[in-house]
């Protein structure tokens, strides 16, 4: 019996958790670029440069915390090297503003 309750928690919590991952592209891609972070930046200043609108701000912001393992608050530091997690749709920005 107690064996069939771990199997059902943890199913549940696989459950409950799933659905997060697969709402928010930035965590299912396996492409990221490398952030030097610069004396003032936060994640939410970083995710509002890379993303595309306000949903997707939000998204990246939650993925750089997850994707980096910081912390509760998500305190980085000036010359701290983090992961931002890159879609098609960031590529295609990028190149327009390059032009």
């Known amino acids: 019996m ?9 199913v549940l ?3 409950w958790v799933s ?16 952030v030097t972070v610069k004396s003032g930046e ?10 595309v609108d306000d949903k997707s701000v ?9 994707i980096n393992a910081l912390d509760n608050d998500a305190r980085i530091e000036a010359g701290q ?7 098609d749709i960031m590529y295609s920005k990028a190149k327009f503003a390059q032009k």
């Not at 090297?81 to 879609?87: L, S, Y």
């Open 2 to 10: 107690e064996r069939m309750m771990g199997l059902l928690l943890i």
């Open 13 to 15: 919590l696989v459950a």
């Open 19 to 34: 659905p997060l991952n697969l709402s928010n592209e930035y965590l299912r891609t396996d492409d990221f670029d490398i």
């Open 42 to 51: 936060n994640v939410w200043s970083i995710a509002e440069r890379y993303a």
């Open 58 to 66: 939000r998204d990246l912001a939650t993925a750089i915390h997850e």
């Open 81 to 87: 090297k983090i992961k931002v997690p890159m879609t």
